[in-house]
């Protein structure tokens, strides 16, 4: 007698049952004050509208980004680090040099204001919980500007020749 085996083999499909993990975690970030000026003008060339003896003027945009806290504010400051030269012309060290200022955004200083050497002084203030940039209690536009118009009397004692001087930039949290 022979003996037949038959092996049936038999596929079974197991599928776990699905299964979905989940986990929290936090996020956390400080947003400190900030401030940043953007772009000043490469020179600013004071010009006379002509006549004689008439005053000089030259305007330059600074554009700037800034962010205060609810407990500090900002400001924008110019200083004239290198008076004009070469002698004989005009000087910002002896009061010939004022300014005014408009603003986008803040508090423009209100002027004109006999432009500095020693000292900074303001072009415009950003208050508590200031900010560029979003629309509400922000400046809608990113970046924000002032603007800064410089002028001085044509004055016949100053030399004729052309006379240069350098303005500085700075913007602080305080």
Known sequence: MVATYFYLGVLVAVTAAGQTLTTTQGLSINLSP???????????????????????????????????APASSGSLQVRITSDFS?????????GDLTYTCTTGYGSACSGPIVAQTATQTSVATYSASACTGGGGTCSAANPTSATITLTIADRPAYQTNTYNATITYSISIL
């Open 86 to 94: 070469p002698a004989g012309g005009p000087s910002a060290g002896s």
């Open 34 to 68: 900030l401030a940043k000026i953007v772009s000043t003008p490469v020179t600013v060339a004071l010009v006379s509208p002509g006549g004689a003896f008439t005053t000089f003027s030259g305007s330059g945009t600074v554009n700037l980004r800034i962010r205060t």
